[in-house]
C-alpha cells in the first residue's frame, strides 16, 4: 500500500533521510520509531506529498505521489504532530466542515459524520463545543476528521504525544479499529511503549537511515533459530544436569551455575517438554523451566547503538 525507494530529502547540507526504502502491505500498524531528528517526520511528509524529495519515490495506493500529487491524496488520511482545531466549532460540525472540504457528496456526509463520532468515542461530545474537549478527545477528533474521507492510508505523526494513559489507551483502540476496517496505518513515536503491543511492524530509524525493519515478533527474536531456555533447580546435582544437556541433541551453549542456568535449543516445543521429562525423570527436582525471550527495550538499545544481535 506504501512504496518509498530509494528516498532521500536534503535541507541545504543537512541530509534529513538517506536512501530509504520501505513497502508496507495492505492493513498493517507499521511504526517508525526513533529519537527525535531521526527523518520519521521528513518521511512521513513526503508520503503524503507536502514535501518534495532530493531523489526517489514515493507510491500510495500504487499512485506516485510526486507526479500525481492530488490523485495520491485521495488516498490519504494525515494528522500532524501538531495540528489545530476549530475551537469555537461543535464536534460534528467539525467533522461536517471537513467532509465537505474533501467534496464528498451530501448525501453521505451526515451518516459519515455519525459513524465517525461513533468510532471515535464521542457520542456524548457530538454537541460539545471543541474548546470543552480533553487532549485525549481532541486527538480522537483529528483521527476521525482524518479519516472522514475513508482514505485507504492513514499517517499519523506521534499522535500520542502528551496524553495520559487512558487517553493513550483510548487512542490505540480507536486506531485498532480503523485497522479492522482494511486501512493501512503508518504512525511514528520517539517512545518505545507507545507502540509495543500495538504495531505490527516497526521500522527503526536513526540519522536518516532505516536501521531495522520487520515485523517485531520476528526483530525480537533476532531471526535466531534457536531459542535461550532458563532452568533452575533445587540440590547439588550440578554436574548431572551439565551431563544431561550436552548430550541432548538441539542444545547448545550451555551456561550453568549452582541451581540454575541457561541453554539455547533449536527443537521444537515438543522436543523441549521431552528435555524437561528427561530432566525430571532422571531425578532433577526442576523448580523453574522458561524461554528467554529479549524484550522489545533490549532489541532497540541493541539496533539502535549499532551491537551485533
Same mark, same amino acid.
Given at each position: 500500500?506504501?512504496?518509498?525507494?530509494?528516498?532521500?530529502?536534503?535541507?541545504?547540507?543537512?541530509?534529513?533521510?538517506?536512501?530509504?526504502?520501505?513497502?508496507?502491505?495492505?492493513?498493517?500498524?507499521?511504526?517508525?520509531?526513533?529519537?527525535?531528528?531521526?527523518?520519521?517526520?521528513?518521511?512521513?511528509?513526503?508520503?503524503?506529498g507536502l514535501l518534495e524529495p532530493?531523489?526517489?519515490?514515493?507510491?500510495?495506493?500504487?499512485?506516485?505521489?510526486?507526479?500525481?500529487?492530488?490523485?495520491?491524496?485521495?488516498?490519504?488520511?494525515?494528522?500532524?504532530?501538531?495540528?489545530?482545531?476549530?475551537?469555537?466549532?461543535?464536534?460534528?460540525?467539525?467533522?461536517?466542515?471537513?467532509?465537505?472540504?474533501?467534496?464528498?457528496?451530501?448525501?453521505?456526509?451526515?451518516?459519515?459524520?455519525?459513524?465517525?463520532?461513533?468510532?471515535? *468515542?464521542?457520542?456524548?461530545?457530538?454537541?460539545?463545543?471543541?474548546?470543552?474537549?480533553?487532549?485525549?478527545?481532541?486527538?480522537?477528533?483529528?483521527?476521525?476528521?482524518?479519516?472522514?474521507?475513508?482514505?485507504?492510508?492513514?499517517?499519523?505523526?506521534?499522535? %500520542?504525544? *502528551?496524553?495520559?494513559?487512558?487517553?493513550?489507551? @483510548?487512542?490505540?483502540?480507536?486506531?485498532?479499529?480503523?485497522?479492522?476496517?482494511?486501512?493501512?496505518?503508518?504512525?511514528?513515536?520517539?517512545?518505545?511503549?507507545?507502540?509495543? *503491543?500495538?504495531?505490527?511492524?516497526?521500522?527503526?530509524?536513526?540519522? *536518516?537511515?532505516?536501521?531495522?525493519?520487520?515485523?517485531?515478533?520476528?526483530?525480537?527474536?533476532?531471526?535466531?533459530?534457536?531459542?535461550?531456555?532458563?532452568?533452575?533447580?533445587? @540440590?547439588?546435582?550440578?554436574?548431572?544436569?551439565?551431563?544431561?544437556?550436552?548430550?541432548?541433541?538441539?542444545?547448545s551453549g550451555v551456561e550453568l551455575?549452582?541451581?540454575?542456568?541457561?541453554?539455547?535449543?533449536?527443537?521444537?516445543?515438543?522436543?523441549? %517438554?521431552?528435555?524437561?521429562?528427561?530432566?525430571?525423570? @532422571? @531425578?532433577?527436582?526442576?523448580?523453574?523451566?522458561?524461554?528467554?525471550?529479549?524484550?522489545?527495550?533490549?532489541?532497540?538499545?541493541?539496533?539502535?547503538?549499532?551491537?551485533?544481535?
Open positions: 500500500m506504501i512504496e518509498i525507494d530509494n528516498l532521500r530529502k536534503e535541507y541545504d547540507e543537512v541530509v534529513a533521510v538517506d536512501r530509504l526504502s520501505l513497502a508496507i502491505p495492505r492493513g498493517e500498524i507499521y511504526g517508525l520509531i526513533g529519537p527525535n531528528g531521526a527523518g520519521k517526520t521528513t518521511t512521513m511528509r513526503v508520503v503524503c532530493t531523489e526517489g519515490q514515493v507510491r500510495v495506493g500504487g499512485v506516485d505521489v510526486l507526479r500525481e500529487p492530488e490523485r495520491a491524496r485521495e488516498h490519504i488520511g494525515y494528522l500532524s504532530d501538531f495540528f489545530s482545531l476549530y475551537e469555537d466549532l461543535k464536534v460534528w460540525e467539525y467533522l461536517d466542515y471537513f467532509a465537505h472540504a474533501y467534496k464528498m457528496a451530501e448525501s453521505e456526509i451526515p451518516a459519515r459524520v455519525d459513524e465517525m463520532i461513533q468510532q471515535a *468515542g464521542l457520542g456524548v461530545k457530538r454537541d460539545a463545543f471543541i474548546h470543552g474537549l480533553s487532549r485525549g478527545m481532541k486527538q480522537r477528533l483529528g483521527v476521525a476528521r482524518a479519516m472522514i474521507h475513508r482514505p485507504r492510508v492513514l499517517v499519523l505523526d506521534e499522535p %500520542a504525544a *502528551g496524553l495520559d494513559p487512558k487517553a493513550r489507551i @483510548g487512542l490505540r483502540n480507536l486506531l485498532r479499529s480503523v485497522r479492522d476496517t482494511g486501512t493501512t496505518i503508518l504512525i511514528s513515536s520517539h517512545i518505545l511503549t507507545e507502540l509495543e *503491543g500495538f504495531c505490527t511492524s516497526i521500522g527503526i530509524m536513526e540519522r *536518516g537511515h532505516l536501521v531495522r525493519s520487520g515485523r517485531i515478533e520476528d526483530l525480537v527474536s533476532g531471526g535466531v533459530a534457536a531459542r535461550r531456555v532458563r532452568l533452575r533447580w533445587v @540440590g547439588d546435582n550440578g554436574t548431572q544436569v551439565r551431563t544431561a544437556l550436552d548430550e541432548r541433541a538441539g542444545i551455575d549452582a541451581n540454575d542456568g541457561e541453554f539455547s535449543f533449536s527443537g521444537t516445543d515438543e522436543e523441549l %517438554a521431552q528435555v524437561l521429562k528427561e530432566l525430571v525423570a @532422571g @531425578g532433577t527436582r526442576v523448580v523453574g523451566f522458561h524461554e528467554v525471550k529479549q524484550t522489545f527495550e533490549e532489541m532497540y538499545m541493541k539496533v539502535s547503538s549499532h551491537e551485533v544481535m
